[in-house]
Structures are given as C-alpha cells and as structure tokens.
C-alpha cells in the first residue's frame, strides 16, 4: 500500500512515511493510493472479531507486512491496548428507544484519542528503534489530543513531544492531563489563542521542509494517517454490534452519529463506507458549524473567531480532516483540492463547487447543537436512562432525540468520544450530581510544568528555538 498527497505532490511514500511525516511535501494530507472494496464474505467473517482484531484486520490491508509483520503488528496493537480499563477496549451502552452509545473513552486519558494514539505510539516505537532514529512530535490540542499523545510517548528516549494547548479553553482536568507530566521528554505550551490560531503556527513550521527535515519533526495530531486508520475500526465495531449479520443480502444500513471537531474521526467513517461497510454517517457540531455549512450549503468558510462551547474540544473553525474528505468525494481531484485548500487557507472563506457539494449532502447528513441543546440533552439522557454524558457526546446524542430513527431496518449508534469525567463544569450546569474519581482528584494536586506563548509574540520562532534546543540536547553537532 502506498499513500499519496491530497494535492498531488509527484511521489508516494509507504506507511513508515507517512507516519514518521505527517503533512506531504507539498502541504497536502496522506491517503491511500487506493482503497480496497472489502467482499462479503470477508465482512461476514469480521462480523465475529472483538474490536482489536478489527484494527489488526485492517492495519493489516494498510501496512505492508514487509514494514511491520503481521505477527508483530497484532504484538503491537495488543500492547497499545493493555492499558485499557475494560475487557474489550470499547463498550456498548444499549438504553432505550434504540440509542445506543458506543463508548471509546476507556484508555489512559479517558478519550477516544486514546484508541489510535496509543497503537500509533508503539507503530512509532518499532520504527525508531528499527532505524535507530528519533524524532520530535509536534501537536497542537483542542483538549483531548494533547494528553493522548503526550500518554502514548512519555518517557521514551527516542522521542521529545511538544504540546501546543489553548490556554483557558480546555477544561481544567484536560489541562492538568498535559500540565502535571514531569517527563523530561515532554514540553507542553499554553498560549494566549485558540486551537486554529495554533494548527497556524504548526502549518508554519511545518512548511519549511530543510527545518522539518533537519529536526526530524512529524506530528500526531490527525493530520497524521496512522490516526486515521486506526479509527476506522470503530465503524466495523459499531456496525456489527448493531446488526444480527447473516448470509441474506442486503445487510441493513447502521446509521452512524460523529461528534465532529477535526474531522478525522468523521474521514475514518467516510473511508469504512467507501470500503463497502453499509452505514450511513451524521456528522454533529458544535456553534462552530463549518462542517455543517459545507455540507448543507456548500459554504467552507471561518464565521469570526472561534466560539468557545461546552464541547471544547470541538471548538474548531478549519478542520484540517475536511481536505480528505472533499477528496474522497472528488474522485480523488488533487488539483481541485489544491486550488480549494490554497484559497481556504488564505481567504478563509470557499464555496465548494456544485457536484461536490451534491455529493457530500449525498453520503453525509449533518446538524448544529447549541450550548442549551448539549445541556438538555445531558439532564434528559440522565433522566430517561441514569447514564451520564460528556458534552461531547451529547452533541451526536442530540441528533438522536431531535430525530427519531424509526425506519425498521436501520439501527443507530452514538459513538461517545470522551468520559463525562472530564468535564465536571459542564456535568453541574445540566444539574447532575458527579463522583469524582480518585485519580482525576489526585491531579489537581500535583505540581505543573509549563511554558506561556503570550498573544503578539513571535510564537513560531520561540516553538522553533525549542526544537533546536532539543536537537542540540541529542544531537551537539546539529545546530
């Protein structure tokens, strides 16, 4: 398997490259040269795998086995996932009128970031200690990415991580995630902006090839593919946990609700449809509804700043993850997506074109939740099943309540992206009591470690003197 650049840069690179990278060369994201159709008969036998073999299934078709045998890949996943607190890495809640709630929040950090950050932490591990190499991670968080990333990577000594996070705008137990880790190898920023303003500054140093190059930086914000890959597996888990699958066709369709951020939960669902699973996918913002516009009307543009929401981690105004999405459904136009990604990151504003626009309304449906919605939706949730939401989730649990599924042959799930205790606030304002666990009590006691990116510094120059710094720490001749 080989993977392409969504702007049409002329080489291709394997999975190593793609990992060990993260943006193309030429700004473009990574897909893969071409996505396998999977045969019924082999969804008939997927239909039985507990949720790591699923993401073992599909690394496999995704990893050539001559980087990463396929013995060593399932070693691999299975050791990302022994940190897990429940048996199968991923639950299903089943309350009633048919909402069902697929929980990915049981690793280390209590978000659904952990499930592919944890296997692309130890994708990373066997390559860096195969090559012998190391690297520097940059990522910028909105809230959850952060702290998955900084968990996947803490104290390895071929590895150095730089965190950028908003400060204030994450909840105070998201900060504390990334704040109270004393590894050496971590270094964690809080700046004076928002998560757009900081995927600006990481663009910036990014695109200088010779530094990147130089300092061996790659990223594993879901820019990174390795994280698009590993999600796709929640799709296939979601699906046959809600269907009785049996040798009849067709199957019934599962329709599949996203909270969305980023987008790149959302493109790993895009891309298990394109391989022939049969969900249909709803994708549920926040106040910062660009997704929603584009989709609905065709509008791909930043409306002013960005709205700070209960579901902060969402709280996104360019989601990098669309650029994939709209080549998916561009029949792979890398031109197109370069001329619309060019214009969008300078004027902020695009109108897709029609037949594009036709075909994402086609395949995805989407809706805008307010603050008060994520509210009621949690209080009625907790009032009709004793199950507590984060305000997350509660946003694609909306969709559920707004819009009855009633169609006999359809079945719906909400896939829950992060533990409701991690947002105490948000728990207290839809009026419901929360028990705090130990361990989340325990970091607020701790000491913090951070640097402060104040607003009108030069805050790529102070990431990038930080990152020479590093080198020259491994590496006294680099300079």
């Known amino acids: 398997m080989r993977y392409i650049s969504t702007q ?122 195969k090559r012998k190499k190391r690297v520097t991670v940059l990522v910028g968080t909105s809230g959850d990415t952060g702290s998955a990333a900084i968990e996947s990577v803490r104290g390895k000594k071929n590895v150095d991580i730089c965190v950028l996070l908003p400060q204030g705008l994450c909840t105070q137990v998201q900060e504390l995630q990334m704040t109270t880790v004393m590894d ?80 790149g939960n959302l493109t790993a669902g895009c891309i298990a449809q394109k391989m022939g699973l049969p969900i249909e996918l709803v994708t549920a913002v926040n106040d910062n509804d660009i997704i929603h516009r584009a989709i609905q009307q065709g509008d791909f543009s930043v409306s002013g700043a960005v709205m700070s929401t209960l579901a902060s981690a969402m709280d996104i105004q360019a989601p990098y993850n669309m650029e994939r999405i709209f080549w998916l459904f561009s029949g792979s136009d890398s031109s197109l997506i370069k001329s619309l990604m060019e214009e969008f990151y300078t004027t902020k504003k695009v109108k897709l074109p029609s037949e594009l626009q036709k075909k994402l309304s086609e395949c995805l449906r989407s809706c805008r939740v307010s603050d008060e919605e994520i509210l009621q939706t949690m209080r009625c949730c907790w009032d009709d099943n004793h199950y507590l939401l984060c305000p997350h989730t509660a946003v694609a649990v909306c969709y559920h309540y707004k819009y009855p599924s009633c169609h006999p042959r359809k079945s719906r799930c909400c896939l829950a992206s992060a533990s409701p205790v991690k947002f105490e606030d948000s728990v207290s304002k839809a009026r419901i009591s929360l028990e705090i666990l130990p361990e989340i009590s325990m970091l607020k006691n701790k000491k913090t470690r951070s640097c402060t990116l104040k607003r009108g510094e030069d805050w790529a120059g102070i990431l990038r003197c930080q990152i020479e710094a590093i080198t020259k720490q491994h590496n006294p001749v680099i300079s």
């Open 8 to 129: 049409g840069a002329p080489e291709s690179t394997d999975f190593e490259g793609a990992l060990l990278s993260g943006y193309a060369s030429d700004g473009g994201l990574f897909m893969p040269e071409t996505i396998p159709i999977l045969d019924f008969a082999t969804l008939r036998t997927w239909s039985t795998f507990s949720y790591p073999e699923l993401v073992k299934q599909l690394c496999g078709i995704f990893i050539s086995p001559e980087l990463i045998p396929k013995t060593e890949l399932s070693d691999l996943i299975d050791q990302a996932f022994s940190r897990f607190k429940h048996k199968d890495v991923v639950h299903m809640s089943r309350l009633k009128n048919g909402l069902n709630i697929l929980e990915l929040w049981h690793g280390p950090t209590y978000a659904f970031k952990d499930l592919s950050l944890s296997c692309t932490g130890q994708f990373l591990q066997y390559f860096l200690k």
């Open 184 to 263: 050496e190898n971590v270094h964690v920023f809080l700046t004076e902006g928002n998560s757009d303003e900081i995927d600006e500054v990481l663009k910036e140093v990014f695109a200088d090839e010779d530094f990147s190059r130089r300092h061996n930086l790659m990223t594993l914000s879901s820019i990174n593919w390795s994280r698009i890959l590993v999600q796709m597996a929640h799709y296939f888990y979601a699906y046959f946990q809600c269907t009785s699958t049996t040798d009849a066709l067709p199957w019934p369709v599962v329709e599949i609700v996203v909270p969305t951020g980023a987008g």
